[in-house]
């Protein structure tokens, strides 16, 4: 996935908007974290996000990610 769709970015602003969680799926693993930011460094996307149950800090960039899907 080099790219998220109009969906998947409306879905992914709704959850840091609200707090959700979401799965990413990057490089056959799956995380399941709180977003807090979508962001724009160096020319490539990242989302700033927390674990929900350590609370520490994980960066995902899009470009690297293999799925994204909101918890529900």
């Known amino acids: 996935m080099t790219q998220l769709d109009h969906k998947q970015y409306d879905a ?6 609200e707090g959700q ?7 056959g ?9 979508l962001r724009v460094i ?7 996000s927390v674990h929900p149950t350590t609370g520490d800090d994980i960066v995902f ?10 918890i529900r």
């Open 61 to 70: 960039y899009v470009d690297d990610l293999d799925a994204i899907e909101v």
């Open 29 to 37: 693993t799956e995380f399941v974290v709180v977003p807090h930011r």
């Open 42 to 48: 160096g020319g490539r996307e990242r989302i700033e």
């Open 12 to 17: 992914l602003e709704r959850a840091i908007a």
């Open 21 to 27: 969680r979401i799965v990413i799926r990057r490089r």
